[in-house]
């Protein structure tokens, strides 16, 4: 028995050494990236200057159009990311001013994910590589269930999300193959021409005093980041459209631009807009809080 | 409670460490510690279905005993009958009653005689098709004065409800189990390392090979009517090594596990893939329900004696109650059918009992023929496979139509945002290690042992499937 158990102490040793010596590597290989994803390329750069800082989920990563800012002279990137919660976009400006980043305005897509306090796995998952290595990634997610598991124990975080971090990602990483996340400024336009699900129901969710929500109004006023948020359009056939009054009673600051884009032919699906709606969206944004800036 | 888990991970330890250190004094305190420590690993399931477990259980050991003690034939009958009844009456309510009333009402409404069927609301108990077979040969193998019967009703409970082949087998035999059960087990250190290395394998097939192929495979075939043939060729494959990883994989952990408790399971998997014709493939696939079959049903009903028509007959009846066990669906009597129609060449020509020995491969004219029977048997097997993972039977014709309509052969992006071909190169790896150890329990042991575990341990943690398919498909049945 007494060597059965040298045996299993030994094997269990051997996993030990494995999930560290991979935890490294797969860590180190994410540090040293900032090409494919939104998330390393905030982590891994300096400190940079902007005029516009788009943040939300993909109704903003769809809905802004950094080009049309670009042309009025304003430096802009669209951080939205496709199903990122309001946790995400206080993270990622969370490490934006961690960066020092010089930000005049942040324009953040609040709307449906006032909703709720929770994490969105698949993007939440891509600041896991680098907990060990920013205090602000390591406290923003102390408060999760899971925290101690994905702190403590070496690359269970890869293997908890394996579909998003783990051995392919990191590969791809490693060999930096390129994706189009980056392109257009951050922003990623629905062009297909196939009409999709232009039916939605909403009435189930109920907007709330969102706590991601107060942080990201806390970031900006300690770091003098002027912040608008905004509401975005959808479709005409949703049920539930009072959730944007409802959004509003609660925050009262937050611009519902809900209705600003009408008619079918300017969405993707109900809840994104296509490249045209998003131009025509983009514009009414820049004509009502940089134009009338621009002016005075 | 999935063996893949990270609760069974503690869960076995602590099981392992008391059974050796707290219960290991005589064979009862070892068998009974088995029998709680089973129930409990059911009860994680549901624990309402434990009544059920307990009364097959109860069903089997008393007509057991009252079989054996009657010595009128009638009476002996009326018990053995009674004990049948109960146990397929189980299976035939909670697995096949939905199928059967459904099925009717069909039948009735395309002849014009509209019904709605009277369905149950019942959820199918974990493993009942595992533990029911159990009892099932039990009480036939008394009632044919194979076997006497267990009297000590612990044992009996034991050789039922054992954790590791509760809820997907292997499917044991009294005459096989009950005697090891019987006696003290003593702590062996070799067997107990086969134990972890059949474990680790185990692991290996499940989440880095089944798991991983499965989210192709479920890409495809979730998708078929827009794949083009290449994908929904590689569809079926993919499809063949997750059934194939997924419950020999399961088979190896529970046999490796129940080395480290000093029982010695029946083997399920033989390297079936490397069979040469049909009829080899089910003497390597899914072992313990095969021979079971061959035992229980087949000799009975006369076997391989006895005119060309009544063998074909009973061919068919086996392939199709097979299937059937599989699961209330007409996919599965598709399948079992199809692999009769695949034996029935090799028994008309007498050729079902040729390659009897493992496969070789040499440099020779003879290893071409061999090779290519290989791929044969595998490619009949995928496409027999279209059917058994398809919901319906016109979904697998239109899946096996398309690969030969949607003529092209280039690679796909798929939904689950990855290239059809990018598995091939794992797949093939997994199908030469499997290769060279086909005379081997598992590919472990032997030389270099240490750094063989080292890469399987290296594997499951970088290359395992983690985010989806935790479950083993055999569970379901």
Redesign the interface.
């Known amino acids: 028995?007494q060597?059965?158990l040298t045996?299993?102490a030994k094997?269990l040793l051997?996993?030990l050494v494995?999930?560290m010596a991979?935890d490294w590597a797969y860590t180190t290989v994410y540090l040293h990236s900032s090409h494919r994803g939104k998330v390393e390329k905030i982590f891994n750069s300096k400190a940079e200057n902007f005029d516009v800082v788009i943040l939300g989920s993909s109704r903003a990563n769809n809905h802004f159009v950094p080009e049309l800012f670009e042309k009025k002279g304003l430096k802009t990137f669209n951080y939205g990311m496709s199903g990122a919660h309001l946790f995400e976009a206080s993270l990622m400006l969370k490490l934006m001013a961690e960066r020092n980043y010089k930000i005049k305005t942040v324009i953040l897509e609040a709307d449906l994910g006032l909703c709720n306090e929770k994490e969105s796995e698949m993007i939440a998952a891509k600041f896991l590589p680098y907990i060990h290595h920013s205090e602000v990634i390591k406290n923003h997610f102390s408060g999760q269930a899971d925290f101690n598991e994905l702190y403590y124990i070496p690359?269970y975080r890869y293997?908890?999300?394996?579909?998003?971090i783990?051995?392919?990602e990191m590969y791809q990483t490693a060999t930096d193959k390129p994706t189009n996340i980056l392109d257009n400024q951050g922003y990623h336009p629905l062009t297909s021409n196939k009409p999709g699900n232009m039916k939605n129901d909403i009435r189930a969710l109920k907007p709330i005093r969102n706590k991601y929500y107060e942080e990201i109004k806390q970031i900006c006023k300690q770091n003098n980041y002027n912040l608008i948020t905004v509401m975005t359009p959808m479709c005409t056939n949703v049920k539930g459209l009072d959730y944007f009054e409802k959004a509003n009673k609660i925050y009262p600051e937050i611009y519902n631009l809900e209705n600003v884009v009408e008619g079918d032919q300017y969405f993707s699906s109900c809840g994104h807009m296509n490249d045209a709606g998003a131009r025509m969206f983009t514009e009414v944004v820049i004509n009502r809080f940089f134009e009338t800036k621009q002016k005075q | 409670m999935f063996f893949n888990s990270l609760t069974f991970a503690i869960f076995l330890p602590i099981v392992f460490l008391l059974y050796w250190f707290v219960f290991s004094k005589t064979k009862s305190t070892q068998n009974a510690f088995l029998v709680v420590v089973s129930y409990y690993f059911y009860s994680c399931w549901d624990w309402r279905f434990l009544f059920l477990l307990l009364f097959s259980t109860l069903i089997c050991y008393f007509t057991g005993i009252q079989i054996e003690k009657s010595t009128q034939e009638r009476v002996r009958k009326l018990w053995f009958w009674t004990s049948l009844t109960a146990n397929i009456g189980f299976l035939a309510i909670f697995k096949y009653y939905n199928f059967f009333a459904f099925s009717f009402s069909e039948a009735l409404n395309s002849i014009g005689l509209h019904s709605s069927p009277l369905l149950l609301n019942v959820i199918l108990p974990v493993g009942i098709s595992f533990y029911t077979f159990h009892g099932l040969s039990y009480v036939i193998d008394i009632y044919y004065k194979r076997i006497q019967s267990e009297k000590n009703v612990v044992d009996y409970a034991l050789f039922v409800s054992y954790f590791p082949l509760l809820v997907a087998g292997p499917i044991e035999r009294a005459t096989h189990l009950l005697p090891e059960i019987k006696v003290k087990r003593t702590f062996n250190f070799e067997k107990a390392k086969e134990g972890v290395y059949q474990i680790i394998w185990g692991l290996v097939k499940k989440v880095v090979i089944a798991d991983t192929c499965a989210t192709y495979a479920n890409a495809v075939f979730d998708n078929y009517s827009s794949m083009n043939s290449l994908s929904l060729i590689l569809g079926a494959v993919y499809f063949a090594f997750q059934i194939y990883g997924d419950f020999s994989g399961y088979s190896d952990m529970a046999l490796g596990m129940s080395k480290l408790f000093g029982l010695d399971l029946l083997r399920n998997f033989n390297y079936p893939y490397f069979s040469r014709d049909i009829a080899e493939f089910w003497r390597r696939w899914h072992i313990s329900l095969s021979s079971w079959f061959r035992d229980y049903l087949y000799i009975p009903l006369g076997g391989s004696r006895g005119s060309k028509i009544k063998q074909v007959r009973n061919v068919f009846i086996i392939f199709v109650v097979s299937g059937f066990w599989h699961g209330a669906n007409w996919t599965f009597v598709a399948w079992g059918f199809i692999n009769a129609m695949y034996f029935l060449p090799s028994l008309l020509l007498g050729t079902n009992r040729t390659n009897m020995e493992t496969a070789e491969l040499h440099w020779d004219f003879n290893s071409i023929k061999v090779f290519f029977s290989i791929l044969a048997t595998f490619s009949i097997t995928c496409l027999a496979w279209i059917f058994f993972r398809a919901n319906t039977i016109q979904i697998a014709f239109d899946y096996i139509g398309k690969i030969f309509t949607n003529g092209t052969f280039a690679s796909q992006f798929l939904q689950n945002q990855r290239y059809s071909y990018e598995l091939l190169l794992l797949v093939l790896a997994f199908v030469l290690v499997e290769w060279n150890s086909r005379y081997k329990i598992e590919p472990i042991s032997g030389k270099y042992s240490w750094l063989k575990m080292t890469l399987c341990l290296l594997a499951i943690i970088a290359l395992g499937t983690y985010a989806d398919y935790k479950e083993f498909i055999y569970f379901q049945f």
């Not at chain 1, 293997?159 to 998003?164: K, P, W």
């Open positions: 028995m060597k059965f045996l299993v094997i051997t996993l494995l999930l991979l690359f293997i908890d999300f394996d579909a998003l783990g051995f392919r």
